[in-house]
């Protein structure tokens, strides 16, 4: 409660975990060095970690849905982290997210600083206008991504020329791009297309957010602790090229084994990938790859159909289970153990319930036929007994009407 109320007044950087999380176990010591850094370096941004699940209200609250989550709290504003969990590059994103949207580059010598100290940045070059606010609007949207600057075009080099201003440029892999307003669509949607490098080094992270481009993504499979041939790097509009380091994650991916090392190709847009039908070894073998990609000539697998999804969810779950169980047994064997025990209680309660019920009605109509069996026999004994007994009486009426005389009989 007392964080609640006095979280407005600061800059907090929070780690959302859970007890029994084995990525939250990972996370600790990269959480202390942070915490750290941040302390020596001087930074307004204060860093503490909370449980959510014993502080259910605030996880719901600022929106945490999985384990572990990271927030930078900034006033009413809640920025989510989702680049890797280095502690670099969390402190990176802590000191641009704390700081101004958009920062000033007021002369030369800042301008190339921040050139050779970012791989990927935006500027806004020009004086006030509508597009100044838009730029300010995707800013404040985006700044968890990159980085964004406003200059005047005296800050440049000459050899950069723009052709009108205002204008946006975004200042990555050696060169320089202009947003064009007309051929690039919205200015979010470019600025999220551009703010990945040509090539770079791949993750789950980084593939989640290239997801959004809508790009094709190449990724070349590698051992970086046995490295072989340096990697050649391109850049292509409809192609974003990058590598990881080993298979694990793409494995969960596809739901599969990709060997190592090796090439894939994945369609962010409907979570179909391709396989190469032979091992690529050279550039031309790469080059056809692609080139088959393009023209529709390789086979596509996974997807985003119904079959694909519950496939997905069969694997998830599958997963889940055994990671409860390899971070904490205890907790696993309790978690599935118990509901377990339960319902086999209570499938034998019904089982034995229904037996003795059935045992029950089988008597009740064993000695309910008994007693009508009984009942037939009397009956048939008291018939017969009749038919024995009405002869004699007969006879005897017949022999007493004769030996009585007229008079008794008139008076009879």
Request: glycine share 8%; charged share 30%; proline share 4%.
């Given at each position: ?20 999380c084995g990525y939250c176990k990972k996370l ?189 993504v190449a990724i070349a499979v590698i051992d ?184 008794e009989k008139k008076t009879d």
């Amino acid at each position: 409660n007392r964080f609640k109320d006095k979280r407005v007044n600061d800059i907090w950087l929070v780690d959302f975990y859970a007890p029994w999380c084995g990525y939250c176990k990972k996370l600790e010591p990269i959480w202390n060095e942070v915490g750290l850094e941040l302390k020596i370096s001087g930074s307004p941004v204060r860093v503490g970690k909370m449980d959510a699940t014993a502080y259910s209200g605030m996880s719901s609250e600022f929106g945490v849905r999985g384990y572990p989550t990271i927030k930078l709290l900034k006033g009413d504003l809640a920025y989510n982290y989702k680049g890797p969990r280095t502690k670099d590059d969390i402190i990176e994103f802590a000191n641009r997210v704390a700081g101004p949207a958009v920062r000033s580059l007021p002369s030369k010598e800042m301008f190339e600083h921040m050139l050779k100290r970012h791989n990927v940045l935006f500027v806004y070059v020009g004086g006030e206008s509508p597009l100044k606010e838009k730029y300010n609007d995707v800013a404040s949207e985006l700044i968890v991504y990159t980085h964004f600057f406003s200059a005047l075009e005296q800050v440049f080099p000459e050899s950069l020329t723009l052709p009108e201003l205002p204008a946006v440029v975004v200042f990555k892999d050696g060169g320089y791009f202009t947003y064009d307003e007309y051929e690039d669509a919205s200015l979010s949607s470019w600025v999220n297309r551009e703010r990945f490098q040509g090539y770079l080094q791949i993750d789950g992270f980084t593939l989640y957010e290239l997801g959004e481009t809508g790009k094709l993504v190449a990724i070349a499979v590698i051992d970086e602790k046995d490295p072989t041939e340096e990697s050649d790097r391109y850049k292509n509009q409809d192609f974003q090229f990058g590598h990881m380091d080993g298979n694990d994650y793409i494995n969960s991916l596809i739901m599969g084994e990709v060997a190592v090392p090796s090439v894939i190709i994945l369609n962010t847009s409907n979570e179909q990938y391709f396989l190469p039908s032979e091992a690529v070894g050279t550039m031309e073998q790469l080059v056809h790859f692609i080139k088959s990609v393009l023209n529709g000539s390789a086979q596509a697998y996974g997807g985003d159909g119904f079959i694909q999804r519950i496939k997905r969810i069969a694997f998830d779950a599958k997963s889940t289970i055994t990671s409860v169980f390899r971070s904490s047994p205890l907790l696993g064997c309790f978690l599935f153990g118990l509901p377990l025990g339960v319902i086999s209680l209570m499938c034998y309660g019904i089982c034995t319930a229904e037996s003795d019920y059935g045992s029950d009605d089988t008597d009740a109509l064993k000695r309910l036929t008994d007693e009508e069996d009984e009942d037939e026999e009397e009956e048939q004994e008291r018939e017969q007994s009749a038919e024995l007994e009405g002869p004699e009486e007969d006879e005897l009426e017949g022999e007493e009407g004769a030996e009585k005389d007229p008079a008794e009989k008139k008076t009879d």
